[in-house]
T-cell receptor, first 115, second 115 residues
């Protein structure tokens, strides 16, 4: 079974609008972390936001927020007030305490912001 | 304030000619990772080091080797590059504290072209 599933290969959003990128995960480890990374066309992977499995509140970092629904095993990324510079690939990833240093990545979502 | 540095950013090699990619970090992190990423795909973990302990992924070809002479540096050696090895190679680090779930920090990547 896939550890991380991203079902949206490509998304479009109008500039200044909000967009939600979906991510579901599969784990039996009660302790895990969920991450979102942005990868522009230049290739560098940029860390955006982190959510721990025991965190009571949804993580937020500026225009990024993570909609964490533990029972549904989903960790969707919400980008508010989209900007042209947000056009990139976005990867959801997970790390489990039991598997130590291993990170599991989804297949990514390509976001295009339309002026 | 570059934290994870990869050299070179672009590498062209000939079919079968050994090539070495380098990565250095100023974060003093315990863990260093090498990923291979092909176009429009998720990064694929090749191997990682926890300090000097080497962890090879089961499906990493023998053609790929790695060295970590000290905490700061890690090298990826491709002994006989084939056309299928053309990809982006990403180096990443994480703190690697026991039971920790910290993020990874990525370098800018090296794009490898095999002629």
């Amino acid at each position: 079974a896939q550890k991380i599933t991203q079902t949206q290969p490509g998304m479009f959003v109008q500039e200044k609008e909000a967009v939600t990128l979906d991510c579901t995960y599969d784990t039996s480890d009660p302790s895990y972390g969920l991450f979102w990374y942005k990868q522009p066309s230049s290739g560098e992977m940029i860390f955006l936001i982190y959510q721990g499995s025991y965190d009571q509140q949804n993580a937020t970092e500026g225009r990024y927020s993570l909609n964490f629904q533990k029972a549904r095993k989903s960790a969707n990324l919400v980008i508010s007030a989209s900007q042209l510079g947000d056009s990139a690939m976005y990867f959801c990833a997970m790390r489990e305490r039991d598997t130590g240093n291993q990170f599991y990545f989804g297949t990514g979502t390509s976001l295009t912001v339309i002026p | 304030d570059a934290m994870v540095i990869q050299n070179p950013r672009y590498q062209v090699t000939q079919f079968g000619k050994p090539v070495t990619l380098s990565c250095s970090q100023t974060l003093n992190h315990n863990v260093m990772y090498w990923y291979q990423q092909k176009s429009s795909q998720a990064p694929k973990l090749l191997f990682h080091y926890y300090d000097k302990d080497f962890n090879n992924e089961a499906d990493t070809p023998d053609n790929f080797q790695s060295r970590r002479p000290n905490t700061s540096f890690c090298f990826l050696d491709i002994r006989s590059p084939g056309l299928g090895d053309a990809a982006m190679y990403l180096c990443a680090t994480s703190r690697g504290t026991s039971g920790g779930l910290e993020t990874q920090y990525f370098g800018p990547g090296t794009r490898l072209l095999v002629l």
